[in-house]
């Protein structure tokens, strides 16, 4: 049993599980919400995927589905595995659009422009995710009551700096001025 791999694993499942829940539920609380987050998936979509017409419904669903797979521990690799895909690919799509007027509306509506930012955001918290399922692979053991309070608080720490990058972006590009 390694206890650091444990912690490692349930720091990961609580960061990429806060922001996907935070992610997700963002998207469909306002129908304003939802709708600004359509138009930036329809222009950031890669040409095929473009006509897509439930693309942006199926990458929320998905959103959902890693959170309710990290919160199941059975199924908690495959709900990393599944978060550093999608990562990677919404920082793809970004990435391709670099120049483009496009708001990310990542956590609901955003006047801010898909940039740099949200490419090393996704970067991050891929990385985060694939660490996590790395951790999934060793032999999992009983996690001390003191290393799951380290855990989640570091999880929800991270996902706080996740959720509120844009703004912390802004904030420092602000600062440099």
Do not use: H
């Not at 017409?53 to 595995?81: D, I, S």
């Not at 970004?94 to 990310?104: E, I, K, L, N, S």
């Amino acid at each position: 049993m390694n206890e650091f791999a444990d912690v490692l694993a349930l720091t990961a499942r609580c960061a990429v599980g806060a922001v996907f829940l935070a992610a997700a539920a963002s998207k469909v609380m306002r129908r304003s919400a939802f709708e600004a987050y359509r138009s930036s998936v329809t222009a950031l979509a890669p040409g095929p995927l473009r006509g897509l017409p439930r693309l942006a419904e199926a990458l929320v669903a998905a959103e959902f589905a890693v959170v309710g797979a990290l919160v199941w521990t059975p199924a908690a690799g495959w709900g990393l595995g599944a978060a550093a895909l999608l990562l990677t690919a919404f920082a793809a799509a970004v990435a391709r659009a670099r120049g483009a007027a496009v708001a990310c509306n990542c956590f609901g509506y955003s006047p801010v422009p898909a940039g740099v930012p949200q490419i090393v955001r996704n970067a991050v918290l891929a990385s985060v995710a694939v660490a996590g399922l790395l951790a999934t692979a060793a032999p999992a053991g009983v996690v001390e009551p003191a290393g799951t309070v380290l855990a989640v608080g570091t999880g929800l720490g991270l996902a706080v700096i996740c959720v509120a990058w844009d703004d912390l972006a802004a904030l420092l590009g602000a600062a440099k001025q």
